[in-house]
T-cell receptor, first 110, second 116 residues
Framework: DAKTTQPNSMESNEEEPVHLPCNHS???????IHWYRQLPSQGPEYVIH???SNVNNRMASLAIAEDRKSSTLILHRATLRDAAVYYC???????????FGAGTTVTVRA | GAGVSQSPSNKVTEKGKDVELRCDPI?????LYWYRQSLGQGLEFLIY????????KSGLPSDRFSAERTGGSVSTLTIQRTQQEDSAVYLC??????????????FGPGTRLTVT
């Protein structure tokens, strides 16, 4: 069962930032937070992951709350190509199985 | 470089037939995973291979499902005596190794299986 809670859907305008929240209130000290996204008719794509500190990469930023019970994926400038289902996944250090929930469906308006 | 490839991309089969789905992982990736995604459902873990270790088959839904990985590279997922509830997209992923970095799983495009 998915251990995280995400909104079902979010809308954004092109070239505006998108903030995707995720609650993971049962997280333990060694659990990581991972984000994947799935574009229509494609397999999931890795976005970013983190443990305690905020993380940035070329795709997005991940802001993790100080108590680690929630996090936010930030897409700095949404493009039409960012329209996808975004999955927030909580996993322990040695847990290689990704447990996908329903995710957040992001719609980007031109 | 080349990503994870899967074949066939689409497969339609009659109920009761056997099917084989193939996955070619990224070269050098020692870990390989199979998942399936039914219509409107999330991804469901099926099986995991890591190097020469015994695979984790805990996600296989029934004994009609089996998988093997030859030479630490290509993997085949076999479904015997297919049922309509087996209809789904079967996704393969690979990663460099286990541990936190294994979460950077690279997925293939999937095989859409339809059982009629």
């Amino acid at each position: 069962d998915a251990k995280t809670t995400q909104p079902n859907s979010m809308e954004s305008n092109e070239e505006e930032p998108v903030h995707l929240p995720c609650n993971h209130s049962t997280i333990s000290g060694t659990d990581y937070i991972h984000w994947y996204r799935q574009l229509p008719s494609q397999g999931p794509e890795y976005v970013i992951h983190g443990l305690t500190s905020n993380v940035n990469n070329r795709m997005a930023s991940l802001a993790i709350a100080e108590d680690r019970k929630s996090s936010t994926l930030i897409l700095h400038r949404a493009t039409l190509r960012d329209a996808a289902v975004y999955y927030c996944i909580q996993g322990s250090y040695n847990d290689y199985k990704l447990s996908f929930g329903a995710g957040t469906t992001v719609t980007v308006r031109a | 470089g080349a990503g994870v490839s899967q074949s066939p991309s689409n497969k339609v089969t009659e109920k009761g037939k056997d099917v084989e789905l193939r996955c070619d992982p990224i070269s050098g990736h020692t870990a390989l995973y199979w998942y399936r995604q039914s219509l409107g459902q999330g991804l469901e873990f099926l099986i995991y291979f890591q190097g020469n270790s015994a695979p984790d088959k805990s996600g296989l839904p029934s004994d009609r499902f089996s998988a093997e990985r030859t030479g630490g590279s290509v993997s085949t997922l076999t479904i015997q005596r297919t049922q309509q509830e087996d209809s789904a997209v079967y996704l393969c992923a690979s990663s460099r190794r286990s541990g936190p970095s294994s979460y950077e799983q690279y997925f293939g495009p999937g095989t859409r299986l339809t059982v009629t």
